[in-house]
């Protein structure tokens, strides 16, 4: 199975600092990965997909295949950035995972 | 994108007891997935539910705990059974539709 792994819990950061959410994964292939976000009182919801390498609201994040890594870079943390964060592989055909969650405060 | 509905979105359970949470999405979809959210923890795939077959269960998972029904294209319900407080979490449904889509979840306690 694919896996992640978001070593850190609690991501604390001043308002204007650069942010990296961290995300490794551990599995071989090419994995499809997703960042999802969930603010306070809202749903969980889509941030970035790794192949569209798009920047959603300031945030973007590169697959390193040498590092098996999907961080998520911002860089200039906003207040409104506080939220909950999740590093989630596609296990499968439409069958996502989370991993544990790197909660981020941005400290006004 | 899919719209999903919850409900309920909250109870307030006694132990031993079962409760029945129902999902209804706006679109026709293949598979329907229902998570459980532990306080203070990630979101954990309990089952897959397909249109027409016994849902796909996940490691750790059993259908006497969780049964599953899907009856249609657009509607799942989840039933927690014999409910304990260990059982007091977040429950959320979500289809994939090029991204995962989440119902606003059903928050159960279990006291």
């Known amino acids: 199975a694919q896996r992640v792994t978001q070593p850190e819990k609690l991501l604390s950061v001043f308002k204007g600092a650069p942010v990296e959410l961290k995300c490794n994964y551990s599995y071989s292939g090419s994995p499809e990965l997703f960042w999802y976000v969930q603010y306070s009182r809202q749903r969980l919801q889509l941030l970035l997909r790794?192949?569209s390498r798009e920047s959603i609201k300031g945030f973007t994040a590169d697959l390193n295949k040498g590092e098996t890594s999907f961080h998520l870079k911002k860089p200039f943390a906003q207040e409104e950035d506080s939220a909950m964060y999740y590093c989630?592989?596609?296990?499968?055909?439409?069958?996502?995972?989370f991993g544990t969650g790197t909660k981020l405060q941005v400290i006004p | 994108s899919a719209v999903i509905s919850q409900k309920p979105s909250r109870d307030i359970c006694q132990r031993g007891t079962s409760l029945t949470i129902q999902c209804q999405v706006d679109s026709q979809v293949t598979m329907m997935f229902w998570y459980r959210q532990q306080p203070g923890q990630s979101l954990t795939l309990i089952a897959t539910?397909?249109?027409?077959?016994?849902?796909?269960?996940e490691s750790g998972f059993v259908i006497d705990k969780f049964p599953i029904s899907r009856p249609n294209l657009t509607f799942s319900t989840l039933t927690v059974s014999n409910m304990s407080p260990e059982d007091s979490s977040i429950y959320l449904c979500?289809?994939?539709?090029?991204?995962?889509?989440f119902g606003e979840g059903s928050r159960l306690t279990v006291l």
């Open positions: 790794h192949i």
């Open positions: 539910a397909n249109q027409g077959s016994e849902a796909t269960y």
């Open positions: 979500s289809v994939y539709d090029g991204e995962l889509f």
């Open positions: 989630a592989p596609l296990q499968g055909y439409q069958k996502v995972t």
